[in-house]
């Protein structure tokens, strides 16, 4: 991939959670809209994590998992948060940990860094700090957090090996990885790839799974693990594409023709796992 092309899809992402920071913040506008958060999301959340944390924050989640769930993290960890936007996975994270650890939300896309620490402030918690800056030069020494957490962030990279290689560098040795992402069962097309619409939401940034486990394993990870969550089919790519259309250029012929066969069960929500070695 072409520096230019990787400056295109960084603009595009930014661009479009930028509009869904907004939208979130906006209580009359009833949640982010043009993302893929109808389709992945919200719904991993239990009602006991959230009932207490601003709206917003809940608003703003356009994950595909809880990767909260999935770190067991524990009284002193320090996480960090790769692609935090407004925030819920931090705020949850800093629960957990407790005072004696403290949790790091990192983002690119100065809306959502607003937006979270409102949510921040809003929830009253303090052992937390957001940080600006892409996931692909993360902005923090060696060896600094246990655990790095991710919620449907790393598929929307343009380079993979740059992320996974700094989440191992600022891993402790014995810390963990614990990734909700967006996975391919198999390869796509060129052509769907091209469609910058399906990097925004969430699709052809997306790895297939032995890639990724590969890509981990290449950077140094230990005990790598592909769990798979759900697997898309037709309906569900009906309503991301129904999201995306409207500026994205997913024409009606395209849904129904080689692009739906392409993507029909293709895709996969999945936890993705490894730890450092100690």
């Not at 906006?26 to 959340?45: H, N, R, V």
């Not at 950077?219 to 798979?228: L, T």
């Not at 029909?264 to 070695?277: D, E, H, L, Y």
């Amino acid at each position: 991939m072409t520096t230019n092309e990787s400056d295109q899809i960084h603009a595009a992402v930014r661009d479009r959670y930028a509009s869904a920071a907004r939208a979130a913040s906006d209580s009359s506008s009833g949640g982010p809209s043009g993302t893929a958060s109808g389709l992945f999301g919200q719904t991993l959340y239990e009602t006991s994590e959230t009932e207490d944390l601003p709206d917003d924050a809940l608003t703003a989640s356009l994950g595909c998992g809880n990767p909260t769930m999935l770190a067991d993290l524990g009284p002193g960890d320090v996480v960090l948060d790769l692609g935090s936007g407004g925030g819920i996975d931090v705020l949850l994270s800093a629960r957990r940990v407790g005072p004696t650890g403290k949790a790091y939300g990192l983002d690119m896309t100065p809306e959502m860094l607003d937006l979270a620490r409102k949510n921040q402030i809003e929830a009253g918690v303090t052992n937390v700090e957001f940080l600006q800056g892409t996931i692909e030069d993360i902005p923090l020494p060696d060896a600094t957090v246990d655990v790095v957490i991710s919620n449907c962030v790393v598929n929307l990279s343009p380079d993979k090996d740059a992320v996974v290689r700094e989440a191992f560098r600022v891993l402790k040795p014995g810390g963990r990885l614990a990734i909700s992402d967006i996975v391919l069962r198999r390869p796509l097309s060129d052509g769907t790839r091209g469609l910058i619409g399906l990097w925004t939401g969430c699709v052809a940034g997306a790895l297939v799974d032995e890639v990724y486990e590969a890509k981990l394993r290449s950077a140094g990870f230990d005990d790598v693990s592909i769990e798979p969550t759900r697997v898309y089919e037709e309906d569900d790519i009906v309503a991301l594409a129904a999201e995306l259309s409207v500026d994205l250029g997913l024409t009606d012929d395209m849904v129904r023709g080689d692009v739906m066969t392409e993507l029909r069960g293709s895709i996969m929500s999945a936890f993705v796992r490894g730890r450092k070695p100690a």
